[in-house]
């Protein structure tokens, strides 16, 4: 019988796995960050099997459990069946925010291309493939293996349609208001050029991943404009793609607090990336030193 063993894995983190190796290494990784998602997991990983058995490429899931409490990665480990190896589960506690959880998780996949999404899969699998297609045509394009490539989804796009019931129609404004103040706010204070730097759908290259994520220091929701930030600062193409977005409930509304802290996640990713280029170039010469 297999025995199931805990492996050390990144910083402070352990990541649950088996003795099983694939056959075959992963060319696509999803990473589903979460925190204390409780049951709603298991119906999240009836999907996400249903997507690895359905896609004919050569995918893994890992899902990263940001200090969950709620006995998520024990439920997700109890329900893997079939898929050990291709499903994976990082843990660490504690809680450390999404960033945090969406660069472990993008570090430690296998795959060639790399996409990250919400774990209440608001955006559309679909649209994860989809993602992975258009980063692989950016690879292709370029005729380079190696190519630095990062394709976004955005909500802005004039082809992206957004769904919900009818009780959720004010949630929706609400939201879409203070996203877009937001964005305007992200777009004076830092060199980007994107509509929606918050959609929960985004892909890079494994080239693109290895450049940037190990010098990004944003562990909250500021992650992705710290991410388009270094995009632009290392003159690296950023594609805005249309998605489908179905809200399901409200349970993701930003507070008055959290909003407070973005801000001010913000005033720190552009201290870091406009005041201390040297220092930043520092530290990815003594990253690439460390990896070799």
């Known amino acids: 019988m297999e025995r199931l063993r805990k492996l050390d894995s990144l910083e402070s983190g352990k990541e649950w796995s088996t003795g099983v190796e694939l056959k075959y290494a992963p060319v696509y990784s999803l990473v589903?960050?979460?925190?204390?998602?409780?049951?709603?997991?298991?119906?999240?990983?009836?999907?996400?099997?249903?997507?690895?058995?359905?896609?004919?490429?050569?995918?893994?899931?890992?899902?990263?459990?940001?200090?969950?409490?709620?006995?998520?990665?024990?439920?997700?480990?109890?329900?893997?069946?079939?898929?050990?190896?291709?499903?994976?589960?990082i843990q660490y506690s504690p809680n450390q925010g999404k960033?945090?959880?969406?660069?472990?998780?993008?570090?430690?996949?296998?795959?060639?291309?790399?996409i990250f999404t919400?774990?209440?899969?608001?955006?559309?699998?679909?649209?994860?493939?989809?993602?992975?297609?258009?980063?692989?045509?950016?690879?292709?394009?370029?005729r380079d293996e190696n190519a630095l490539a990062v394709v976004i989804a955005s909500r802005e796009h004039p082809q992206s349609e957004v769904t919900m019931p009818v009780h959720l129609m004010s949630y929706f404004f609400r939201r879409q208001f203070q996203s877009r103040i937001f964005g305007k706010l992200a777009r004076w204070l830092?060199?980007?050029?994107?509509?929606?730097?918050?959609?929960g759908l985004k892909g890079?290259?494994?080239?693109?991943v290895e450049k940037v994520l190990p010098i990004l220091e944003c562990h909250g929701f500021g992650f992705d404009c710290e991410l388009l930030t270094a995009c632009a600062y290392y003159q690296i193409p950023v594609l805005e793609m249309p998605v489908r977005v179905?809200?399901?409930?409200?349970?993701?509304?930003?507070?008055?607090?959290s909003i407070r802290k973005m801000l001010r996640e913000l005033v720190q990713i552009r201290q870091r990336w406009q005041?201390?280029?040297q220092q930043l170039d520092r530290r990815e010469r003594g990253n690439q030193a460390k990896a070799a």
């Open 32 to 89: 589903l960050p979460t925190y204390n998602p409780g049951k709603e997991i298991e119906h999240t990983l009836w999907r996400i099997k249903d997507f690895l058995t359905k896609t004919e490429t050569r995918w893994e899931a890992i899902f990263v459990c940001d200090g969950c409490t709620d006995g998520t990665p024990e439920r997700i480990q109890n329900n893997i069946g079939n898929f050990i190896g291709q499903i994976r589960v």
């Open 99 to 114: 960033g945090y959880a969406v660069k472990q998780g993008l570090l430690s996949s296998r795959g060639k291309y790399r």
């Open 118 to 142: 919400d774990c209440d899969l608001a955006y559309r699998l679909e649209d994860v493939l989809l993602m992975s297609e258009w980063l692989e045509e950016q690879v292709d394009s370029k």
């Open 190 to 199: 830092l060199p980007i050029a994107q509509l929606d730097t918050q959609a």
């Open 204 to 208: 890079l290259t494994a080239s693109a």
């Open 246 to 257: 179905h809200y399901a409930n409200a349970t993701t509304t930003t507070s008055v607090q």
């Open 275 to 277: 005041k201390q280029p």
